[in-house]
């Protein structure tokens, strides 16, 4: 894929968005560590689930996690304004990580005209007729608007590998084609930005049965979760071959330590709010003599 007749500008670098947005590094919370840096391997087992740095509970967060919501709200109303730019966001996780909370805690107060939440499931027949990228790049945000993928293009390397629905030399190649298609978009505006909620088997347990003992939240609980649990190390290979083959510095992985939700909605609002303020949107100038214009009766 290359760029289009309507490309503006590639999307600023904002792989490490800490750099030119905060004055005094490393912030608060330290997101950087979390994110998977190219041509460095990242293994999954070597980051804890739990990890909350000195945060010790959801109070300690609640006030920083409204700044940076609001930080969003402010970013993302400049961005619509400008629209010249746009941002994508990337969920992934085991089931029960997290994804709608994230999206619910983070999300909430943006202007739903300039945000567009898409989830993927097993493809209909007419996306199964057309590449596997096609329905992804159809539901990427417009410049001007923040995009959030619920599970993304990412299932084209985790699921079909997991179940064998396509042969290895299949999926494989599919890493350099998601690189391109990353790229093309940046160089259309469109920074991607790519968040991997991190839980361990017990907390995906303990969730499960939360749900199982909660009869307000069975309706989210299906037999199928029991066999996908099953998968759990097989998963968590896919998930490090996929972050370490596709984190580039133009559209990193972030592996967010997600056993407590308070302290992954905070990196992820953080990680966020700090990349916006990289992109540095702004409002378009005023219309000239608008300091003339007197307002009929």
Request: net charge negative; proline share 8%; with cysteine.
């Amino acid at each position: 894929m290359g760029p289009d007749d309507n490309t503006v500008k590639d999307a600023p670098p904002t792989g490490a968005p800490e750099k030119s947005v905060v004055e005094d590094p490393p912030p608060e919370p330290d997101y950087p560590r979390y994110r998977a840096e190219p041509g460095k391997h990242l293994s999954l087992s070597g980051i804890d689930p739990g990890e909350s740095e000195h945060y010790e509970k959801k109070k300690d967060v609640a006030k920083a996690l409204e700044t940076q919501r609001r930080r969003i709200q402010d970013l993302q109303e400049r961005l619509y304004a400008e629209n010249e730019q746009g941002l994508l966001v990337v969920l992934q996780a085991m089931d029960t990580g997290g994804k709608d909370g994230t999206i619910k805690h983070v999300f909430g107060g943006v202007n739903p005209q300039g945000c567009r939440i898409s989830s993927f499931k097993a493809p209909s027949p007419e996306e199964a007729n057309h590449d596997f990228l096609w329905r992804y790049h159809k539901s990427a945000p417009a410049r001007g608007r923040i995009g959030i993928f619920n599970r993304s293009h990412y299932e084209d390397v985790l699921v079909v590998r997991v179940k064998g629905i396509v042969p290895e030399e299949v999926w494989r190649e599919r890493y350099g084609l998601i690189n391109e298609f990353e790229r093309n978009l940046t160089r259309n505006g469109i920074t991607v930005l790519k968040f991997f909620l991190h839980i361990s088997r017990d907390e995906q347990k303990r969730r499960l049965e939360s749900r199982l003992a909660d009869p307000d939240k069975r309706w989210k609980f299906s037999k199928n979760d029991i066999k996908e649990r099953a998968f759990w190390d097989d998963y968590q290979a896919a998930f490090e071959d996929a972050i370490n083959e596709c984190s580039t510095a133009y559209a990193p992985w972030y592996v967010v330590p997600a056993n407590k939700k308070w302290y992954r909605n905070l990196v992820v609002a953080r990680t966020i709010a700090d990349t916006l303020e990289a992109m540095d949107p702004r409002f378009p100038p005023a219309e000239q003599g608008l300091e003339n214009v007197t307002i009929p009766d």
